[in-house]
Each structure stands twice: as structure tokens, then as C-alpha cells.
């Protein structure tokens, strides 16, 4: 019985080492977060200032429909009524060693506005880096998508 044991084991064994040594098995790395809509409000103050050099972002609110991606990977996520996001994407997990985080570069864009007005020149993706590990479930800032209300055409 010893025998047979040592003899099935061990060639079992060194065949799925290499396996969950060198990562075959897939993991998910999981991003949430929220996209938010703004626009910028301009102030014209004294007449002496150019209105686009001065003025302040204001939050419209929550963008629903925005899409959230990260680049490399095929997944993609879209935004709820809340303007809320969940991306899940399948990375490569290595046993047996502890994991080292990586760098992930999200993107979100939509070509839609706050009030679902199709706009095709809207959709500028706005990027965040994140750093994660396999397994890890991680909680992104806010992206702000910026509605451009102004824009001068003519050069000046």
C-alpha cells in the first residue's frame, strides 16, 4: 500500500505543481464607484476677465448610463439611476505566492448628458489609476464627467 501511494502520488503531484505555481487559474478584481455629471458656470465679474479663464464647477448630479471600462480588459460596467458602477474584471492569480498589486487604469465616458440628450462629441473619457490584487474588491473616487456648456469657435 506504501508503495503504490509514493509510486501515484508523487508523479501526480509534480504534474499540478507547475499549475498552481504559474498562475493558471483566473481571479477577479472587483471596482466600484460612481460617475457623477458637472458643467462649468462662468463668471464674467467686471467685464475686464475672459469668461472662460474664470468661473467654477457645479455638480449636476449622478450620470446614469455613463460606461466605465478598464483599458486592457473587455469588460465594461454601466452606471444605474444612482450613477452607481460595479466592474468586475478576471485577472491571473499565482498560488502560493502572495499576489503583488498591479496598476489598472480605469475609463469612464457616456454620450448621453444628465438630462439623456444624445450628444456623439461627449464621450471624452475621463481616466483614474487604481492599484489592486487579485481577490481585492476596491472602491474608486468619483469620476466627474465635464458637460461643456461653451465653447468658442472661432478661435479667439
Not at 8 to 30: N, Q, R, V
Not at 89 to 105: C, E, L, M
Not at 126 to 134: G, M, Q
Request: glycine share 10%; charged share 20%.
Amino acid at each position: 500500500m506504501k508503495k503504490s501511494f509514493s509510486r501515484y502520488f508523487l508523479p501526480f503531484t509534480f504534474l499540478l505543481l507547475p499549475f498552481l505555481l504559474t498562475g493558471c487559474f483566473e481571479d477577479e478584481i472587483t471596482f466600484k464607484g460612481k460617475v457623477m455629471q458637472a458643467h462649468w458656470e462662468y463668471w464674467y465679474g467686471d467685464g475686464t476677465e475672459l469668461p472662460e479663464a474664470t468661473g467654477k464647477y457645479i455638480i449636476d448630479g449622478p450620470l446614469p448610463g455613463a460606461i466605465v471600462r478598464c483599458v486592457g480588459y473587455p469588460e465594461t460596467a454601466t452606471t444605474n439611476n444612482s450613477g452607481l458602477f460595479e466592474l468586475t474584471i478576471g485577472v491571473t492569480r499565482v498560488i502560493g505566492f502572495k499576489a503583488k498589486a498591479d496598476s489598472y487604469i480605469l475609463q469612464a465616458f457616456s454620450q448621453r448628458d444628465i438630462t439623456g440628450t444624445y450628444d456623439p462629441g461627449y464621450d471624452e473619457p475621463i481616466t483614474l489609476y487604481v492599484d489592486a490584487r487579485p481577490g481585492d474588491t476596491i472602491p474608486v473616487r468619483d469620476f466627474v464627467l465635464l458637460y461643456h456648456t461653451f465653447e468658442n469657435k472661432s478661435g479667439q
